[in-house]
């Protein structure tokens, strides 16, 4: 009861001010831009998950990670991404896409080995499932390459999974030519060493590697073999490139050969494995993963000491050959949604996915990494634009997380093309 009376007292007190109305804040047309945007997106989300859904897809099998490469129009292509990486805009028809955004970011010089490139922008677009991100925007000016860098918690090592395994690729390219570089690992062999009944081409192997074609046990334990080549030096060979420190000592699970070793047609070894290899975890940043890929797709494009060390460009290109045969196709599911895909021509997507269930968590870990450049025709002359990019997404959902990263890559990409990234 007095709390009654306290209430009926207070609603007839005539000390009470009628309330002033606070006069609404004018929506402006940034408001609105985002809000179009983010309405944009979420049905980006929506309409991939519906697929997902649609597809049955689970923890097992997802509609995009698992895709495969083989009913890829741009999977089907690979063998024309060397060709393509190293023609150039004419000049006239074709232009490189400006080293200025249209929201005022301009292009910087690549850095050397070992230096970190200046970021000109973050990532706080992203959805927060998107854990790291680490984006380059590539383009040509006054002959040199230059990219606007941008980041999410980029430099901060964790998990990449089985993202990290062209990595191992790359330090064993930088291997081999460092010695001989006349040979092309596409006429190698890897096998155990002094059994050479067991040989399997080398390009073979970063085939079965990318695309799951011969399953996961074989991806794994191939990766690892190639990191075993390498021992304890493939760790110094990420952080002698990126300028960040890392620990790239693990394997994948399984190991293929024991003790690999790199020979020619001829039976010649070029490198054979250590026999004492280091032990450790593969914990890396988002910014190494792209910086790495930088080095490898744009090779051609860069200085000398820019350039991974020692590596050439006839085995690099066996490498990026390869990888486009990820499994993982989100950025064909980006360029569908985005309805595109007959404003671009000479198409690249060399990829590498990552996936996982954390033990300590429960929550699904989907990783997607790698080179995307296209000749844009929506303008005249056309615009070459390249973009190298890495995601890492965490969600106890694996499929809900599938369809995240699918809806990412799409806004990504929509960024890359406005001019906005």
Partial sequence: M?????????????????????????????????????????????TFLAQERKEHSNGDHMSFLDRGWKGSRYGTSHAQIPG???????????????????????????????????????????????????????????GEMKARWYGKNDQQNDQFWSATKHIQAMGVISLINSKRPDLDIDTLFIREAGNPGSAMKLHDALQKIVSYDAGASASNGLAASLGRVQGSAREGNIEQNTGHDVE???????????????????????????????AGQNM??????????????????????????????????????????????????????????????NVVIATKLGHGIRSATGKAETVYTGLVEFTDKR???????????????????????????????????????????
Avoid: C
Wanted: proline share 7%; glycine share 8%.
């Fill in 379 to 421: 303008s005249q002359p056309s615009l070459r634009r390249s973009v190298v990019f890495t995601l890492r997404g965490v969600k106890k959902d694996p499929v809900e997380l599938d369809a995240r990263m699918a809806a990412e890559v799409t806004e990504l990409l929509r960024r890359v093309l406005e001019g906005s990234l």
């Fill in 248 to 278: 790239f000592r693990g394997g994948y699970g399984a190991v293929y050969f024991q003790r690999p070793e790199i020979v020619t047609a001829g039976g010649e070894v070029v490198a054979t494995a250590p026999a004492a290899q280091p």
């Fill in 2 to 46: 007095p709390q009654v009376q306290q209430q009926v007292a207070q609603n007839k007190s005539p000390m009470v001010a009628p309330a002033t109305a606070v006069p609404a804040r004018p929506v402006s047309n940034q408001d609105r831009q985002n809000q179009l945007r983010q309405q944009t997106r979420d049905a980006d989300f929506q």
């Fill in 284 to 345: 890396v940043g988002a910014y190494d993963l792209t910086r790495m890929m930088t080095m490898a797709a744009w090779h051609t494009r860069l200085e000398p000491e820019k350039r991974l060390p020692g590596a050439q460009w006839q085995s690099l290109e066996s490498l990026l050959r390869a990888m486009g045969q990820d499994s993982a196709r989100y950025v064909d599911a980006a360029i569908d949604r985005l309805g595109v895909k007959d404003q671009l021509e």
């Fill in 84 to 142: 393509r990486l190293q023609q150039g805009p004419d000049g006239k028809s074709e232009v490189w896409a400006p080293g200025l955004s249209n929201n005022g970011r301009q292009a910087t010089a690549r850095p050397d080995r070992g230096q970190r490139p200046e970021e000109v922008g973050n990532m706080d677009w992203l959805h927060g499932d998107i854990t790291n991100a680490s984006v380059a925007v590539g383009t040509m000016e006054g």
